[in-house]
């Protein structure tokens, strides 16, 4: 399909809102079959015979885990390839494994089918995140991110709310399991898997914007083997090939490599012989060492890219920042739910009515909010944005801390609503300044980097610690609330990057020029 390009760089097109709205649509999607668990957790926990840290496990770890790793290569394919036909791949294969874990008859199976989720959910971002930025000029681009990203919220909303109705009904109807044996959970994930694959077809009929025609930069010239670089890049960092790519690189570079692996097994046998649950720590350890893996080959693939993303302080402390946010917002976000079931004896159909639809609200006020914010705090400021990351990792404790450990249930709903649309005010300032940092050949490498911290340190970590002190406690109100220790060191990286972000911007064009780009 042929590239397409408008007169004036500078101008918004109205098909570049068009645009917007399917990518949102597709990102409500994302989130309906990547949050439904939630609402699920309970009936799961019981049908499969698991534990909270199980559950944690199984929304964040078994997801993130695999969504960060392939983030990676398919942000090069983004980089490379067309944007449209690989978002078009990724929402059919991910709305297929969202219906075949409706056929999950144990934890195992369950889990892989979210890896197979996150595998074709790691396509999205990369392409939208680069399409948007093609299609907006810089200073409405934090606005359009944004407004992407609160598809995240009503997504998660709807998850919750449809997910309750469709386990009320589907039990009710069949009390003793559905056709096939299915009960309510099951036919629940096996319903909101199917809008994405019809929504796939209208997905493939999308334009694809030139590279840089927002900043009126001249158009780099097509990848020659696209899928070659995919594959070169897949070998990096999806273990054990990653031994192979690093033999690419000569004795030296395996050394690197072998030593890299072997600190990273040495930690996780050692959290292991703790006590700590197996499946959790190998699945973190994979991901540690296959992010170091492909950041060591990087530099040597790749330099410019390098030099902009992972040897780029201001960078990094930006994905660390929202990466602790996305923290506390996933842990909370996830137990919402079975709180007000198992602790303030919600049915689950209420509680996902209520919390379902106050977090789409929230969310969407949050992100839409905070973005428009951010740009405006951003014209007189390169790092303006920086302080709606401070105000969204800071602001929402307070709510936070009252929602769980209260008894009373209206306060709880009450104070989810400032909890999630005061933290998820963030996201859309974070996303545009990573953005901001590199050349619009590297958005794709650079959104799954980001993605990187909002899935390892966030998705990966947050929902799993918070259930497993829930499990030694005894107490999810303890497990949850303990997660807001990780405030301090978000608000820290976040001051950082505030004070980095000006000079790496600047020197965006330099830098990259000085490690070997033509520009």
């Known amino acids: 399909m042929a590239e397409t390009t408008v007169e004036t760089p500078a101008k918004t097109p109205t098909y570049a809102w068009y645009v917007l709205a399917i990518l949102f649509t597709v990102y409500i999607l994302n989130f309906v079959d990547r949050q439904i668990i939630s609402i699920l957790a309970e009936d799961i926990k019981r049908d499969l015979g698991l534990r909270d840290e199980d559950l944690g496990f199984l929304y964040g770890t078994a997801f993130g885990v695999f969504y960060a790793l392939f983030g990676i290569p398919l942000g090069r394919l983004a980089d490379n390839w067309h944007r449209v036909r690989l978002l078009t791949v990724g929402l059919s294969l991910w709305s297929a494994m969202t219906v075949l874990s409706g056929f999950s008859r144990s934890g195992g199976m369950l889990a892989g089918a979210r890896i197979g989720v996150g595998i074709g959910e790691a396509t999205a971002a990369p392409s939208a995140y680069s399409l948007i930025s093609d299609w907006f000029p810089k200073r409405l681009r934090a606005t359009a991110l944004s407004i992407y990203s609160a598809g995240l919220y009503v997504g998660g909303g709807l998850s919750l709310g449809i997910g309750g109705l469709i386990v009320k009904g589907w039990n009710e109807a069949y009390p003793s ?77 395996l050394a690197h490599n072998l030593v890299g692996l072997a600190i990273v097994a040495a930690a996780v046998f050692g959290l292991i012989s703790a006590g700590e649950p197996w499946p959790q720590w190998v699945a973190i350890g994979i991901g540690v060492y296959a992010v170091f893996s492909w950041a060591s080959g990087l530099k040597r693939r790749d330099a410019p890219t390098f030099a902009l993303i992972v040897a780029n302080p201001a960078f990094l402390c930006v994905v660390v920042a929202y990466g602790l946010n996305a923290f506390l917002s996933y842990t909370v976000t996830f137990w919402a739910p079975p709180y007000a079931i198992r602790v303030l004896g919600a049915s689950p159909a209420t509680a996902g009515f209520i919390i379902g639809g106050m977090g789409a609200a929230s969310g969407f006020l949050g992100t839409t909010v905070g973005g428009l914010v951010a740009d405006r705090l951003r014209r007189n400021n390169p790092a303006g944005r920086l302080w709606v990351v401070m105000f969204g990792a800071t602001v929402p404790s307070v709510a936070i801390l009252t929602a769980f450990t209260t008894t009373n249930i209206t306060l709880f709903y009450v104070m989810l609503f400032p909890a999630q649309a005061l933290a998820s005010c963030a996201l859309g300032a974070a996303a545009a300044t990573t953005q901001d940092l590199v050349l619009p050949r590297m958005r794709g490498t650079a959104t799954a980097t980001f993605l990187i911290g909002t899935t390892l340190l966030g998705l990966a970590l947050g929902p799993y610690l918070a259930g497993r002190i829930s499990t030694l406690s005894g107490s999810l109100s303890i497990g949850v609330i303990s997660m807001l220790a990780s405030v301090p060191i978000t608000l820290t990286a976040a001051i950082f990057a505030y004070r980095l972000v000006p000079k790496a911007e600047a020197t965006r064009e330099a830098r990259a020029r000085a490690a070997g780009e033509s520009i």
């Open 177 to 253: 399991g559905g056709p096939l044996g299915l009960v309510g959970w099951q036919a629940a994930f096996m319903i909101v898997g199917i809008p994405g694959l019809l929504l796939a077809l209208v997905i493939a009929t999308l334009r694809e914007p030139l590279r840089g025609r927002s900043e009126g930069l001249p158009p780099p010239p097509p990848h020659p083997a696209p899928f070659a670089a995919f594959l070169a890049e897949l070998v990096t960092i999806v273990p054990p090939l990653t031994l192979i790519g690093a033999a690419q690189g000569g004795p030296r570079a």
